[in-house]
């Protein structure tokens, strides 16, 4: 090999093995900003979360009603802000468990405290389902449907096959199912045609993922856009701006013992409340907050929908 073709072999080998050493480094620093203990199988499946267990799993189809926005929309004249909670699980579906601690039951008690929380904020609350009731997820995506002006939050609570994952993740979806997409342009009065670009449900996300990690102290997961996420079918059929949020792991043993903790909850549900609260007031000074219509911007079309978002 001649000298010029050795210095630039020696380079080339230099730069692959300091490429090998900065994937390296930025591999072990996303390890240990998440679960600092992953197996390393775990390193081979990076990008996967630690969502809730198989017996969690709920599909929804694009084709299932997205409720009919005419006809089925209920009509009301109360001017505070709904919200609209719904505690995952429920009947006869206990959601994920380890020994006495059943996620059904803990995020009915959550949801619970959050609508007092959010009833002192000046807020109305609906629930989708009574305590010992447990409707399918088509007939909670219906109900929420009726009302599109409303905020969705689901309450969630995580487990997993190993006892190592912990923390909160706040899932939204984006796109939605078709139908709920339709459902929204009609609600807007858009042409098949105009753009329309919905954020509300991601800024609704961040908002209460913020909040809970900063009253609980919780490991923040971050936010998941759930629309590829077959058991999450349920954010993607609501309409309105809508969220899950999984408050922690059952299946991590320190986190499940906060969670049995009612003065730890207490703190879940105030940074629920406060990020849901926190949004609201963004769209109080803004109607049409997370929406972006590009094709009305210089419209005036974009004012009356902007009167007629505030005067709901
Ligand atoms: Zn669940």
Known sequence: ??????IFGSICLQLLAFAGLALFVVGVVRLSGEDGMRSPIALFAWGETAEEEPAEVVT???????????GMVVREDDPRPLVILDPGHGGSDPGTHRGPVFERALNFDTARRVARM??????????????DEGPTV????????????????????????????????????DPKASATVAAQRKRFGLSSRERFVD??????????????????????????????????????????????????FISNPAERLKLQDPNYREKVSRGIADGVLGYLNSVESDPLFGVTLPDRATSSELADIRRAEAGQ
């Open 1 to 6: 090999m001649s000298r010029p073709l050795q």
């Open 138 to 173: 088509g007939e909670r995506a219906a109900f929420a449907n009726r009302y599109p002006w409303a905020l969705f939050v689901s309450i969630h609570h995580n487990g997993f096959t190993t006892e190592v994952p912990r923390g909160v993740e706040t899932y939204f979806s």
């Open 199 to 248: 954020q509300r449900s991601e800024a609704l996300a961040a908002s209460v993922q913020e909040s809970v990690c900063a009253a609980t102290g919780a490991v923040d997961r971050g936010l998941k856009n759930g629309s590829r996420v077959a058991r999450l079918g349920l954010v993607r059929l609501v309409s309105c701006p809508a969220v899950l949020v999984e408050c922690g």
């Open 60 to 70: 929804a189809e694009d084709g299932e009603p997205a409720g009919r926005p005419e």
């Open 118 to 131: 959010l009833e002192e904020g000046g807020a109305r609350v609906l629930f989708t389902r009574e305590e």
